[in-house]
């Protein structure tokens, strides 16, 4: 199903094209949620999501050593380092997700200003100017995983 999905390539570039108010909302809005979430999930203040976050984080963590530790007693022959694993595996993630963010967002911002860029439509301004919004965020996002172990 390669095209099919809302935000591939294949879609961006044909909403970036369409000038259809619909496609040009769709595809701002997308860009501004994945930037929006990110910014979300590391929010400090009221509600403290990132604190939410990385004690959801922890709990299964500790799920996982719990899981470890007991397979390990039963198994000492064969031990298994899944919590470890998670562990590790957690702190590279969120830095993954902005990255994947990041690069989805700059190629849509990048696909729009090709047409956009030239365009003479009247709602060029406004289409342009949160553009370079949405990329001056670009580079600044962040998910703390200080706490996440």
Known sequence: MRG????????????????TLNDTINLLVTMRACVGMLRYLDHTGTPNVNRRLTDV????????????????AANPNNRVFVGDFWSEWVQDYYP???????????????QMRQYWGVST????????????????????????????N
């Open 57 to 72: 984080v922890n709990n299964v963590g500790a799920q996982w050593n719990h899981g470890q530790a007991v397979w390990n």
């Open 4 to 19: 099919k999905h809302p935000i591939s390539k294949k879609n961006i570039r044909r909403k970036a094209a369409s000038f």
């Open 121 to 148: 439509d009247a709602r060029a301004p406004a289409v342009l100017n949160i553009l370079a919004s949405l990329e001056s965020q670009l580079g600044t996002l962040t998910i703390n995983t200080a706490g996440m």
């Open 96 to 110: 993954a997700i902005i990255l994947h963010v990041e690069t989805y967002v700059q190629y849509a911002i990048d």
